[in-house]
């Protein structure tokens, strides 16, 4: 009876006898499977599911779920080997004592499972408590009505638990795999052992280097949106490659290149820091890259959300510059009197007047462009689209008396005169050749254009022409034809107009439109070429939902990840305390004042852990213009909102980094001193 | 005028349970006059080490006074005492007090850096230093890549680097084999014959048999001492020997 007690407690015993190191990971463990909880809840939640736009909310979080389980794993992973290195020589010691690696296994398991216990337990209650908090601010986000019902999600808690069960088991699979290995002396001195002076590993360092400047060149240089995606996530695992290798490699070189200097090195305030330093950095470099690179990813995640969220309501005017578009795939007098008739005719039923009436003609070709020479045969396009940065656009011709209608302005072309006005890019050349057509002159460039849904939608920039007359726009409309066969692009009359009436009501409006739109294609389908009918309000919710959803889960995953970097920042000022001590007192007693040892510990500490965060601003910096390029993707061209959201959060950030480095800094001068 | 004057010297602790007091040193008193070799020998627990921390400046006695050139020990203030040390002492440790992350090179010059100096002056003072040790090849190899008595030598080395009025020694020879300790010992005499004030404080014959004068304490105080006067090392080994004998067997000498 008593034997069999006898693991448990000695299970309980390590881990109250570590609960400076224990603790922290046990609250971790906790947060990690609450945020999961919250997370699934949400996801599987039928109310959630029953909101306008909750559908469309779930198949994100889902995707957060994911996230969540995996980035959990190599977290908790990580944070575990801590703990095993301090424990190491407790186990040695039990070995010592005639316990053979079984027992020790027997402790380990008993070990896990209580934290496991613990962990769920806690993680669980508090993912319930908070789930409806999470819940209330997400049926504000979308717009919904909140529901004062508490609901647990019983699916949720077996998923994490059994989720868990395995990252656990992992875990302990890893750990007795490094006990196993070892013999009982090794175990005893392992958090001892003297380690070789790191080495400087040049040549690393300068792929490290290389591999940055080239990610951030990329990322700089890239100007097209579309090719942007794929750079981005190329140029994102150079970094996060590069700034392993120069954290690890990069920061051992220069304290050694530093160590050469000798005026610079032998001097109070560098000689212990410096060397100091090496060390640390051999074997931090790992962990402060990742606190760097989780850094990058919460700043990056944050400011885009966050920047996605405020700018919604502008990014959905882009995309429905009017409340109803009817867009008809022709010019033909016959088509566009049908479908500018239905509208008279629903309107008229509901009672209502077109307000901010938008109406105008063009074309919409494809070309790829070469410098100023666009081409538009599809099979040439296809070749173009396989370089690396290619610059596809969409070509919307309109005349220029629309232009001027449009826009109050009072413009007059002559033959082989344009006036362009590129979206999501510039347009830097004098002239335009087509393909197959001629060279036009470029007159002008316009500051404006009114929004057109088809361009904010698409990925691709746009470059809208506007040309002399009617008569080159059917000059184009036919050369297209000819290129492009079946696949040939229409003509379009754009008809928009807004409704001062409610959602509901636009809705409504919406879709009797589509029902008599319908019956035009049914009557006359010999000239029917296709309308696409845009209804804003019926769009809304979902688009609220996508925005709304991906803000969420920027806030959550946000949190997860400042949690982690905080983790991994008090682990390393604990167990760093605890090497350094017997250095200072050595320093002591060689007669180094007490301010000299504080001032030194500063400085290296501060460099140390400042590193990181000036290393994910710079890296911010660089993929500003990336992340910027990308976000006009979603139809958010306001740069001006995303420095400042992005400034906003590095801030914030920044603040609480310093926050939390006081809090934990404090420990390791406890230790360091000897207070403990 | 002697370099060190001990005076009275007391130094009780109280327990940290209850308010029993321990006396770890009772009164002790003596003098070192410039250019000696002293060891101090005595069981664990007589009080040795408490002894040397205050004559290092480590730690206050309770009463007494400490005289070291002049300076009383017990008016430096708490923040100016490391670089009083610094200034004025050398030490070298039973367990080396290397620190690792510093080459033999670097371990040697941390005083003198602490203090300031200019690396050019350093390099002056460097060769000769770890020549006079038998350590000069030995400049760029880490702590962990040398043997125990070159450890030591290192940190003789750093002790005597600023040529300190006197050489505290606390237990030099503690951690190394016989070879080693001779050599160290030998190293020690060689210094203590160019000038050098040691004071050592140890358990083994063999190294106190180097010293000029021995001093024995016994629960907290000098409870005898013996002078080298004409004898050679064996001799004074064998002195020391019957001295510690009659110790153990309560006599009094």
């Avoid at chain 1, 200097?261 to 060390?279: C, D, E, L, Q």
């Avoid at chain 2, 250019?35 to 069981?43: F, K, L, N, R, V």
């Avoid at chain 2, 210094?191 to 404080?201: D, F, H, K, P």
Wanted: proline residues 2%.
């Amino acid at each position: 009876m008593t034997q069999m007690l006898l693991y448990p407690k000695l299970a309980v015993n390590g881990i109250k006898k570590n609960r400076r190191t224990y603790l922290p990971y046990i609250l971790t463990c906790s947060g990690m499977i609450m945020m999961y909880y919250i997370v699934s809840f949400l996801t599987l939640s039928s109310f959630v599911g029953e909101m306008k736009g909750g559908d469309y909310m779930q198949l994100i979080l889902y995707f957060g779920c994911g996230v969540m389980v995996v980035f959990s794993a190599i977290f908790l992973f990580y944070t575990n080997s801590f703990l095993i290195r301090r424990r190491k020589t407790e186990f040695g010691l039990y070995n010592i004592l005639g316990m053979d690696k079984r027992n020790i296994s027997r402790i380990l398991f008993w070990e896990t499972l209580i934290i496991y216990a613990v962990s769920m337990a806690a993680g669980i209650s508090c993912g319930i408590l908070f789930s409806k908090l999470a819940e209330l601010a997400l049926t504000r986000m979308l717009g919904g009505t909140a529901s004062y019902v508490f609901n647990v999600e019983l699916k949720s808690i077996v998923h994490a638990l059994v989720y868990y069960a395995v990252i656990f088991l992992l875990i302990m699979i890893n750990s007795l795999r490094q006990i196993h290995l070892a013999n009982p002396i090794e175990l005893m001195h392992s958090e001892s052992s003297g380690e070789k002076p790191p080495k400087a590993n040049y040549f690393l360092a300068i792929i490290g280097a290389v591999l940055l400047g080239i990610a951030y060149y990329m990322a700089v240089v890239i100007k097209q949106p579309v090719s942007a995606i794929f750079v981005f996530f190329i140029s994102v695992i150079m970094v996060i490659a590069a700034t392993y290798l120069l954290f690890i490699a990069g920061s051992v070189a220069v304290c050694r290149a530093l160590q050469k200097n000798k005026g610079y090195y032998y001097k109070t305030n560098h000689f212990i820091s410096v060397s100091r330093m090496a060390y640390r950095m051999k074997r931090n470099g790992a962990g402060l890259a990742s606190i760097c690179i989780l850094s990058t990813m919460v700043l990056v995640t944050l400011s885009s959300t966050i920047c996605l969220y405020i700018g919604e309501e502008d990014m959905l005017r882009q995309r429905y510059p009017r409340n109803i578009v009817i867009d008809t795939y022709t010019t033909d007098e016959k088509l566009t009197s049908l479908t500018h008739g239905a509208v008279e005719k629903v309107l008229d039923e509901y009672g209502e007047t077109p307000e901010n009436v938008l109406q105008y003609s063009y074309l919409d070709i494809s070309g790829g462009f070469e410098e100023d020479n666009v081409i538009l045969d599809p099979d040439r396009i296809d070749e173009l689209s396989n370089s690396l940065d290619p610059d596809i656009r969409q070509l919307f011709i309109v005349t220029v008396d629309d232009y001027n209608r449009l826009m109050n302005k009072n413009e007059t072309l002559s033959d082989g005169e344009v006036i362009v006005y590129p979206t999501k890019g510039d347009y830097g050349y004098d002239t335009i050749t087509l393909d197959e057509y001629g060279t036009f002159t470029v007159k002008a460039r316009a500051e404006d254009f009114v929004d057109n849904g088809v361009d904010s939608m698409q990925m691709v920039p746009s470059l809208f022409i506007f040309v002399k007359d009617e008569a080159v726009v059917k000059e184009l409309y036919e050369l297209q034809l000819g290129i492009y066969g079946s696949a040939h692009s229409y003509m379009h009359d754009y008809y928009g107009f807004d409704l001062s009436c409610d959602e509901d009501r636009q809705t409504d409006i919406g879709n009797a439109l589509f029902d008599e739109i319908s019956k035009i294609k049914e009557e006359y389908p010999d000239d029917w070429t296709g309308v696409s009918i845009d209804c804003a309000a019926k769009d809304r919710t979902e688009f609220y939902a996508m925005y709304g959803g991906l803000f969420f889960l920027g806030i959550l995953l946000g949190a997860v990840f400042i949690a982690a970097a905080v983790l991994i920042m008090y682990y390393k000022q604990v167990s760093e305390g605890f090497e350094d001590k017997s250095r200072y007192e050595i320093l002591s007693k060689v007669g180094m004042t007490k301010k000299e040892i504080r001032q030194s510990i500063n400085s290296q500490v501060l460099t140390v852990f400042f590193a990181p965060l000036i290393a994910s601003g710079v890296h911010m910096a660089f993929a500003f213009g990336i992340i910027a390029r990308m976000l006009s993707l979603f139809g958010l061209t306001d740069a001006g909102l995303f420095a400042i959201v992005t400034l906003c959060c590095f801030g914030a950030f920044g603040a609480m980094y310093t926050a939390v480095y006081f809090i934990t800094s404090r420990s390791y001068f406890r230790i360091v001193s000897g207070k403990e | 005028m002697p370099i060190l004057e001990v005076t009275n010297v007391k130094k009780t602790y109280t327990a940290r349970i209850g308010s029993a007091k321990v006396e770890a040193l009772k009164n002790v008193t003596f003098s070192a006059e410039k250019g000696e070799y002293i060891a101090i020998m005595g069981e664990s627990g007589s009080g040795k080490t408490t002894l040397l921390n205050i004559l290092a400046a480590l730690d206050k006695p309770t009463g007494g006074s400490v005289l070291l050139d002049g300076t009383d020990l017990s008016k430096v203030k708490e923040r100016d005492a490391a670089a009083f040390r610094r200034d004025n002492l050398g030490f070298v440790f039973q367990d080396f007090n290397l620190l690792d992350t510093f080459t033999v090179r670097d371990n040697i010059l941390l005083p003198l850096v602490l203090t300031g100096m200019s690396y050019r002056d350093m390099e002056k003072k460097l060769l000769p230093a770890a020549e006079k040790l038998g350590i000069a090849a030995l400049l760029d190899k880490y702590p962990y890549e040398i043997s125990g008595g070159q450890k030591q030598r290192t940190a003789a080395a750093r002790a005597m680097i600023t040529e300190p009025k006197m050489l505290l020694a606390d237990e030099p020879t503690g951690a190394l084999d016989s070879k080693a300790s001779d050599e160290l010992l030998s190293v020690f005499s060689r210094l203590n014959a160019e000038g050098q004030t040691i004071l050592m404080v140890t358990h083994s014959v063999k190294a106190a048999s180097h010293a000029n004068r021995v001093l024995f304490i016994k629960d907290g105080e000098v409870f005898h001492q013996i002078y080298r006067g004409g004898c050679s090392n064996e001799e004074l080994y064998k002195k020391i020997s019957d001295a510690l004998t009659l110790m153990a067997s309560g006599g009094n000498a």
